[in-house]
């Protein structure tokens, strides 16, 4: 399974930003799939997850009422839209993939990052 993130960049605080990860290679609908970053100095952690029909999410508390999770199973795609940024939510997002379908979530598959920097 390889999985590829893109719609990182640089935005004001308070702005918004969408970010992307599309999946190939696996049975992207039957996956579960989670967003996590990394700031600098930091160590990974959780933002979001999505089961493998869309139906159940869970966010981290430090986003909760501003990122959205969202999946498009014809696309092979999950999103992450995400508002009201602050210059906290400045890190390396990174998308994963858990195959059980989750919960309990576990990642074997991760892509390779993008870069979300919110300015001041």
């Known amino acids: 399974v390889q999985l590829q993130a893109s719609g990182g960049g640089l935005v004001q605080a308070g702005g918004s930003l969408r970010l992307s990860c599309a999946a190939s290679?696996?049975?992207?609908?039957?996956?579960?799939m989670g967003w996590f970053r990394q700031a600098p100095g930091k160590g990974r952690m959780f933002v979001a997850t999505i089961n493998w029909s869309g139906g159940s999410t869970y966010y981290a508390d430090s986003v909760k009422g501003r990122f959205t999770i969202s999946r498009d199973n014809a696309k092979n795609t999950v999103y992450l839209q995400m508002a009201s940024l602050k210059p906290e939510d400045t890190a390396v997002y990174y998308c994963?993939?858990?195959?059980?379908?989750?919960?309990?979530?576990?990642?074997?598959?991760w892509g390779q990052g993008t870069q979300v920097t919110v300015s001041s």
């Open positions: 290679g696996g049975t992207f609908s039957s996956y579960a």
């Open positions: 994963a993939a858990d195959p059980s379908g989750g919960p309990p979530f576990e990642y074997d598959y």
